[in-house]
């Protein structure tokens, strides 16, 4: 994946029509939180049998929770329905298409195993957005529709 394309999902809101975006962004705009930091830390695989996805996974952080849960609330505000999930917050690095061949899963082992103990420094969360997915044979191409500063 490139650089440019990580992300924290903090609302996945599916297909919606142009006028319930809209009502949105008028939602996520009178969001107010202050800017917060966040680490990174781990590296795991979600479906470890049939492994699918390479993830970094987030500290406990109360203030990304409490944002979750106000972008959870414009979501509602804005008339979109979103399904009751845990929240694991994670960026995703890799996705895998199908299931492992030949010796990929001991390659991928072998990789989770070296980067056993990965963290970042902490890293200044002052904004969030709203994106647009649009998937491709290649993967999913993400399109910033709108972003939001964080202030106390």
């Given amino acids: 994946m490139a650089p440019g394309t990580f ?3 903090l609302a996945f809101l599916d297909d919606q029509p142009q006028t319930t975006v809209e009502t949105l962004h008028d939602a996520l705009g009178e969001i107010e939180t202050a800017p917060f930091d966040l680490t990174l830390r781990g590296i795991d695989v979600f479906a ?3 492994p699918r996805l390479v993830w970094a996974g987030i500290d406990p952080q109360p203030a990304l929770t409490g944002l979750r ?6 979501a509602g505000e804005a008339g979109i329905e ?7 917050p994670h960026v995703k690095l890799a996705r895998f298409r199908g299931q492992l061949r030949g010796d990929e899963a001991e390659k991928l ?3 989770l195993a ?4 990965f963290s ?3 890293f200044s969360v002052d904004r969030f957005c709203l994106f647009r997915s649009r998937l491709h044979p290649e993967g999913a191409v993400h399109e910033v529709l709108a972003e939001y500063s964080l202030a106390g």
């Avoid at 849960?69 to 414009?74: E, M, T, Y």
């Avoid at 979103?82 to 694991?88: D, K, M, S, T, V």
């Fill in 109 to 111: 082992a072998a990789f």
């Fill in 69 to 74: 849960d106000k972008v959870r609330w414009a």
């Fill in 7 to 9: 992300h924290l999902t």
């Fill in 82 to 88: 979103l399904h009751r999930e845990r929240f694991r």
């Fill in 120 to 122: 970042t420094e902490p």
């Fill in 114 to 117: 070296r980067t056993n103990g």
């Fill in 48 to 50: 470890s049998s049939k």
